[in-house]
Every structure is written in structure tokens, then in C-alpha cells.
């Protein structure tokens, strides 16, 4: 039987907001002196005269056998029957939902359902002993915490005669629980409802997930989110996975505010990786490489080198440059396998980029033979669906075995380090017809006109990033301004004091450009022009610090120049690298030390021009046309640097 039946009358406590009054004579009447309109007292009399005695609503027993009920508590016929007595509130009147213009909510309760009750919550008869979890309907609102039962214990409410003089409705879809249950319930109610919000994440979780938002697509070797935290949970799981967490956290924790828990982090994967016990595995080697490039992004080089150094001569006694590791330390499993060459690659590609920026290292493992299998595409890595692996020796013989094959972006990134090895091998040129140039020059432009259509920018087939093409691209750039930059005709001494990444490389003058100084110049400016890719510049790896370093140094030798015909042009370009250092520095200290070098150096070129323009003598050879071009530029264009002359603010 329904036990909202339309045909039930509507009780008194359903159809007001006022709480009911019960009369001492007949406990189960229940009346208000708003609908009935009379005035109530103790001894039941009333100022008018009472209307014929009506039965408010049945019992639950009477409605199911279609009879007749006296409205007691209990009624007659329970009584004699022994059987429970049970009051439900009557819909009778509700008219159903508005009609509303809005689409229709198939949440919202249908015509057919209990009206929703909209006054006061202690004033509701159907909320007493009410558990909001014993209702699994989604359509029902959740329990309320702000209501307040009545100081009685739940059992109270399984029967009538322990509450005498008040009409109880309970819920008939609710399920007996026992007290002790129904207590737990409850009380978990009033203190969870609230947090409807997710549970805030620790700062070790921020860390965690930080790491792979910003730092695992510049250096990809860690396994991907999913399969690591796969790993993280297996019952075998390895016991060195926990240094590869806390080489993460601290990554991660540099991207975020972590105040004192970076140092704290730092130290404590530092300590695990050098603990006597501590097995040396590939996961050890994973650990110091993370924790190897977070120390060379935040100036401690020194450390950094260090590290380097225990972590090559790990790498090499584990045969992690063979190619039979990733098998035999895969467990069968091709992510991890494919986790294992790219942490070789990736600390091979590390390695140079050190070499390269810093010049103080030599490059170790390029002397190393290794035949490691080369990376699949990203895509495939993280969605692991991991294709048979290449080798170097396919990626060298593509050209004239005659097979037309396009290798991953990874494996470009790879021969882009490559050649910087060769370049670093290679003897002093001292002199701008060198043999040696020329066959560096010829590896540079080989890699270059043999890419693929679909490597030759930095996007991919769905015009996003291509982080490994990205660095591939900025590592030549690099690699040729090392290699023609000391035979060039710019003068470096303006820039000697940008000295954050390495240490000043004097470059004599000369009269004309040749060359070496056009070459020089177009790998500054791309470089230049890869700060203008429309993604966030903290996605990218750290060392993109230190090549826009470099361009930067080019570009400000160049404008210290007496007369440059595309001044304006270039002081854009050095706004460009000035703002990238900026935004890097947020994160990596390193770039924060060279965006004040550079900025520095910027102002006081600046401002030595300024002075020059003072003198007549400045504009010889001066169309009025450059005249007025050079003053207007100099007004506008330069409000990215603080400080001016003081003798030029008048002008």
C-alpha cells in the first residue's frame, strides 16, 4: 500500500508552519488555533463552540484493511488487535511542483511525491529520529545539519507509548538499525555534512602532482602518473620506488610555496639515495638525476656536479648503457622498460647540457658505448602502447639503407646532444677557416635539413608543444653560437659581467660582419623567437635558462655597437629574453641571477648611448629621418628598464 496515499487527509502539522497543540482530553487530536480558529486551553474548554470531532488522518493498520479508524494513539482497533499503531502525515492539498518555464530536472520530486517541507526543522514531525543515510533516493534533500533533535535516545522512537502526548510519524522507508549504529550514524552526519568540499591536499601531494604538471615533460624518464602510482601500490613494489618519491617532492616543491620543506625535502632525498643499504638499481639512478637538475636550476652548480659524478659512475656499473637492462629489469613490462632507456638517454642528454651551458664539465658519458634502444614518441610512452625500439645505428644508416623512416622527437633531441659532444671533442680552432668548423657546421646542418616535416618546428600534429623537439632545436641553436661566436667580429666585452650560467668568453671586434657573426646572430635571434610559443615558459626544462642566457650575451654585444641599422628590432629581441628570464626566475634561481646580469648589462648600454646622443658629434652620418626614429625608440621602447640618466629625463 502507498504510504502517501492521495486519499489520506491532510493533517494540521502538514498543512502549517506553527507547531501543533495537543488537547489533554483526546491525545490523538492534534489541532492549531490557525486553521480551526479556536482558542485552546489546558482543560480542553474553548472560547467558541467546537466543530464535530474528525479524524485527522488513519493509522497505517486501519488504511491498509480499509477501515474505519478512530484517530486515537492508539486507535481502537490496534488496541485490540495488539498491533502496532503508526500515524503518517496526509498530502492532501499539495498541488504538485511550479510550473516554471525552466527545462525540465529529472531530480526534481514528481506531482506524485510528498511535498517538500519548507518550515522550521525542529516543527517537522518527519524528521524526528531521522537518518539522513538510511535514504538512498538521490531525489531526497540530505540531512541537515543545522537541525536539532530532541535530547531522547534513537529507540525512543520505535515506539508510541514512550512519547505519550505527541503524535510521532516515522519514516517507513527507514531500516531498523541498532543503537549503537544509529548513533555512529548520526553522529558522523553532523560532523561530515559540512565538508562537502574535497579533503585539502598536503603539501607532499601538491609537491607529487606539481612534479608532473610542470617538470616530467622536459625530462620524461620517470614512468607516467598512472603506472607509477600502479607500481606505488603494488604489494612487490620496489624497494627504491621511494627515493624516486622523494627526488620528486622536492622537484615538485620548487614550483610550489613550499617555504623551508624544499630544504627539507632536498636533504631527505639526498639521504636516502646515500644510505649504506641503499640498493643500486635504476630507481637510485632516477632519484639523483631528478634531484641533479633541480640543483643545477637553483645555482648550486657545485653540488650539482658532484652528484653528476657518483650518479654516471652508478649508471655505467649497473650496465644502464646496455642494451639487455631494460629487459632484464623490466619484469616484463614494457613501460618500465621504456622507463629504463630514456633514463640512460635523458642522463646522457643532462650531461652534455651541462658540458654545454656551464663548460666546466667535459661531457663524460659521450666516450661511452652504449647501444641502448632509442625512445618512442611521448604519446606512446604515456599511453603505454610502447612499439618495438630503434637504434642509433638505424637512425644513422636511414639515409643510405633507403628506409624512409620517421624516429621519435626523443631520439632528435638525443643527436641534437650528439653533436654538441662532437663540437666539445673537437680541437681549438683558432683561426675562421678551420677544418674543424666546417665539419661541425656540416653535422649542425645535416641534422637540420634531415628532419621530417613533421619535426622541423616545435609542434606536433595537434599544434601542441613538442618539449623534446623544443630542446633539440634550442641545443643546436646553442651549439652553433659556441661554435662560431669566438670567430665573430662582435665584441663581447659589454656583456663580461653575465656570468650566471658560464664564465665570460672574450670575442674581439672588427670592422665588418663575416660569417661567423651572421651565423652567430641567427641562432641568437631564434633562440629569441622560441620565447614566443603560446605555452606557459615554466614548462619547459631549466636549461632553456641558460641558452636564452646566451642569445642574450649576442644580442647585447651587438647593441653596444656604435650604429646598428635594426636597433629597434634588436632591442625587442632583448626584451623578449629579459621578460623569459623574468618568468623562469619565479621557479629556478638561476634564471634569476641572469635576468638581473642581464637587465644590468641592458641599462648601462642604455644609458652609455644616452650620453652619446648629448654630443653633436653622435649624429654625423644621421638622416633626420634615423634622427627622429632613434629618440622616439629610445623614449618607448626601453620602459622595461628602471633606471635612466638623470641628465636625459628632461629631454
Known amino acids: 500500500m502507498e504510504p502517501f496515499s492521495p486519499e489520506a487527509p491532510q493533517s494540521s502539522a502538514a498543512s502549517s508552519n506553527s507547531s501543533p497543540t495537543v488537547s489533554g482530553d483526546s491525545p490523538g487530536t492534534a489541532t492549531t488555533p490557525s486553521t480551526l480558529g479556536v482558542s485552546a486551553t489546558t482543560d480542553g474548554r474553548t472560547s467558541q463552540a467546537a466543530p464535530p470531532p474528525s479524524v485527522p488522518a488513519a493509522c497505517l493498520a486501519c488504511r491498509a484493511k480499509h477501515l474505519k479508524c478512530d484517530g486515537l494513539t492508539p486507535c481502537s482497533r490496534c488496541t485490540s488487535s495488539n498491533s502496532e499503531c503508526i500515524y503518517i502525515a496526509s498530502r492532501r492539498g499539495y498541488k504538485g511542483p511550479r510550473r516554471t518555464g525552466t527545462a525540465h530536472n529529472p531530480h526534481k520530486r514528481h506531482a506524485s511525491s510528498s511535498p517538500p517541507y519548507s518550515g522550521p526543522a525542529d516543527n517537522c514531525p518527519m524528521l524526528l529520529g531521522h537518518t539522513p543515510v538510511s535514504i538512498p533516493a538521490p531525489a531526497v534533500q540530505p540531512f541537515n545539519p543545522a537541525v536539532v533533535l530532541p535530547d531522547h535516545s534513537p529507540t525512543s522512537y520505535t ?14 522507508f527507514a531500516p531498523v538499525m541498532e543503537t549503537d ?8 552526519s553532523l560532523t561530515t555534512a559540512p565538508a562537502t568540499q574535497p579533503p585539502v591536499s598536503s603539501l607532499a601531494e ?20 598512472e603506472y607509477f602510482l600502479r607500481l606505488l601500490k603494488d604489494g612487490s613494489c620496489p624497494p627504491n620506488l621511494n627515493l624516486v618519491t622523494a627526488a620528486m617532492r622536492y622537484v615538485g616543491s620548487l614550483y610550489v610555496d613550499a617555504g623551508p620543506a624544499k630544504a627539507t625535502y632536498l636533504d631527505e632525498a639526498i639521504r636516502l639515495c646515500y644510505m649504506p643499504n641503499t640498493p643500486k638499481d635504476g630507481f637510485l639512478i632516477q632519484a639523483l638525476l631528478l634531484i641533479i637538475v633541480g640543483l643545477d636550476g637553483s645555482c648550486e652548480q657545485a653540488r650539482a656536479r658532484e652528484l653528476l659524478a657518483d650518479c654516471e659512475r652508478l649508471a655505467i656499473e649497473i650496465d644502464l648503457n646496455k642494451r639487455e637492462f631494460a629487459a632484464m629489469h623490466g619484469h616484463g613490462n614494457p613501460v618500465l622498460e621504456e622507463s629504463w632507456r630514456r633514463t640512460w638517454w635523458d642522463l646522457y642528454v643532462c650531461d652534455g647540457m651541462i658540458a654545454g651551458v656551464h663548460r666546466v664539465t667535459n ?8 647501444d641502448v634502444g632509442l625512445p618512442c614518441e611521448e604519446h606512446q610512452y604515456l599511453s603505454g602502447r610502447i612499439p618495438p625500439p630503434a637504434y642509433m645505428e638505424d637512425f644513422d644508416d636511414q639515409i643510405f639503407s633507403g628506409e624512409d623512416r620517421e624516429f621519435s622527437s626523443f631520439t632528435y633531441r638525443i643527436a641534437a646532444a650528439r653533436n654538441l659532444g662532437r663540437f666539445m671533442r673537437m680541437p681549438a680552432m683558432m683561426f675562421p677557416t678551420d677544418e674543424g668548423i666546417a665539419r661541425v657546421e656540416a653535422l649542425l646542418t645535416n641534422w637540420r635539413i634531415h628532419l621530417p616535416e613533421s619535426k622541423r618546428d616545435d609542434l606536433n600534429k595537434n599544434c601542441q608543444l613538442d618539449e623534446m623537439m623544443f630542446q633539440a632545436h634550442f641545443i643546436t641553436h646553442a651549439c652553433t653560437i ?12 659589454p656583456a663580461q659581467s653575465v656570468t650566471s650560467c658560464a664564465p665570460h ?9 663575416n660569417s661567423h657573426t651572421r651565423h652567430t646572430i641567427t641562432a641568437a635571434c631564434e633562440i629569441s623567437k622560441m620565447v614566443t610559443q603560446a605555452v606557459p615558459l615554466l614548462s619547459h626544462t631549466h636549461f632553456f635558462t641558460c641558452v636564452i642566457t646566451l642569445s642574450s650575451i649576442v644580442h647585447l654585444s651587438k647593441w653596444a655597437l656604435y650604429f646598428i641599422d635594426d636597433e629597434e628590432d634588436l632591442r625587442q629581441q632583448i626584451r623578449l629574453n629579459i621578460g623569459a628570464l623574468n618568468k623562469l626566475s619565479k621557479v629556478w634561481k638561476a ?8 637587465k644590468g648589462v641592458a641599462q648601462e648600454i642604455y644609458r652609455e648611448k644616452k650620453a652619446a646622443q648629448i654630443s653633436p658629434a653622435f649624429w654625423v652620418g644621421f638622416t633626420q629621418e634615423q634622427m627622429i626614429s632613434s629618440i622616439n625608440a629610445d623614449e618607448g621602447i626601453m620602459s622595461e628598464f628602471n633606471t635612466m640618466l638623470q641628465v636625459t629625463q628632461g629631454q
Open 159 to 172: 515506539t508510541t507509548p514512550a512519547l505519550p502526548n505527541i503524535p510521532v510519524y516515522r519514516n517507513p
Open 181 to 188: 549504529a544509529m548513533a555512529l550514524t548520526t553522529t558522523t
Open 206 to 225: 601538491r609537491c607529487f602532482e606539481s612534479f608532473y604538471h610542470y617538470f616530467h615533460g622536459g625530462h620524461p624518464f620517470v614512468l607516467p602518473k
Open 363 to 370: 661531457f663524460l658519458l659521450f666516450d661511452i658505448v652504449a
Open 482 to 493: 659556441m661554435l662560431h661566436q669566438p670567430l665573430s667580429q662582435l665584441d663581447s666585452s
Open 505 to 513: 668568453r672574450p670575442v674581439p671586434t672588427g670592422d665588418n660582419f
Open 591 to 598: 634564471a634569476n641571477t641572469a635576468w638581473g646580469q642581464v
